[in-house]
């Protein structure tokens, strides 16, 4: 175990979709010693800070400077890295890798060296076109990411297990995580938030065509896992010491349809999908169903049940999208409200 409370705990890519959600579920346990990492430049994250209780902010690159000045001075015991370039589309390889691998071999050196526990984000398109029940437990060397966003999390993966750094480190492969806080990530954006301003704008929402047989139009599915539960499994992971690879996901696979369907039940307006060509270059490369195996992480202790699809997209439009907030600490989990 380790206790997460005692000093101080950084947070990189803290403005993001993940990481202000880490920040939430801190806070939600009184933890408020945070330090926010993250590179602010002329984006609108800040806002996503807003209502986020932390005790000092660091530019991602004076971080580094942070951490060589010594961990004793900086207090930190606990790194839960989240920043990256996440877009899946990046075409230059090369700033991937310094942003996405260099970077993240930087702090896992440093907290090694520290003694500090390191937390940090790998994906789950590092399982390339594999479908279903991908598991940890898979040789790495068998994967095959189909993207240069997939390769360099896949290339730490494989420097941390070649080096040992896996052996006191929790990288954390998330499915497809949507929810508050990711109005900044552009083409990158959930189906959720995307659906929703086609829905606003034209009363339908867009959804690719299948192609194999075996699956009907908006029948393709995914792992979705709500960023609530996402951070909740973040901060018990870290907290609980677990070391090595870990999926976090539902561990469902859910259509697309059933993913759209309460957008509109939300909104109270007429259901209405239109099935769309997919474009040429997108065929070959696309996963028709995703799920993720969590037996890791309910083996490492954690056994809070995970928000139904329905109710996750219908708490993220109504309480979120609609009046247009952030996360807040105030906001009571799904779990929470269920109780009373």
Aim: hydrophobic share 40%; aromatic share 10%.
């Amino acid at each position: 175990m380790h206790d997460i409370a005692r000093g101080r705990v950084a947070v990189t890519g803290g403005a993001g979709l993940i990481g202000s959600a880490v920040i939430w579920a801190l806070n939600r346990r009184g933890i408020d010693n945070v330090l926010v990492v993250d590179r602010l430049d002329e984006s609108e994250k800040w806002r996503h800070l807003v209502p986020l209780r932390f005790a000092d902010y660091a530019d991602a690159d004076a971080f580094a400077s942070l951490l060589d000045e010594g961990a004793s001075k900086s207090g930190i015991r606990t790194i839960v890295h989240l920043g990256a370039c996440s877009s899946t589309t990046e075409r230059d390889a090369g700033y991937l890798m310094r942003n996405n691998y260099g970077y993240t071999k930087m702090l896992a050196h440093h907290a090694a060296e520290a003694g500090i526990r390191f937390v940090y984000a790998s994906s789950a398109a590092t399982y390339g076109s594999l479908e279903e029940s991908l598991s940890e437990s898979l040789d790495p060397h068998a994967l095959r990411p189909l993207n240069a966003y997939a390769f360099s999390k896949h290339a730490f993966d494989l420097y941390a297990k070649r080096t040992g750094l896996l052996d006191r480190s929790c990288g954390i492969k998330y499915f497809n995580i949507f929810g508050p806080n990711e109005d900044h990530k552009g083409e990158m954006r959930s189906v959720v938030l995307k659906a929703y301003e086609q829905i606003r704008s034209s009363g339908s929402v867009k959804l690719f065509k299948s192609y194999r047989p075996e699956f009907a139009d908006g029948e393709q599915r995914r792992d979705f896992l709500y960023v609530k539960d996402a951070a909740e499994m973040t901060v018990h992971l870290a907290a609980a010491g677990t070391t090595g690879i870990v999926n976090v996901g539902s561990g469902l696979a859910q259509t697309w349809l059933s993913l759209v369907r309460p957008i509109f039940e939300a909104l109270r307006v007429p259901e209405r999908v239109d099935f769309i060509e997919m474009p040429e270059t997108l065929r070959g490369k696309y996963q028709y169903s995703t799920c993720a195996s969590t037996a890791r992480l309910r083996d490492s202790g954690y056994d809070r049940p995970i928000t139904s699809l329905h109710d996750a997209v219908v708490d993220y439009v109504t309480q979120y999208l609609v009046p247009g907030r952030s996360l807040d600490p105030q906001d009571v989990p799904l779990e929470a409200k269920a109780r009373t």
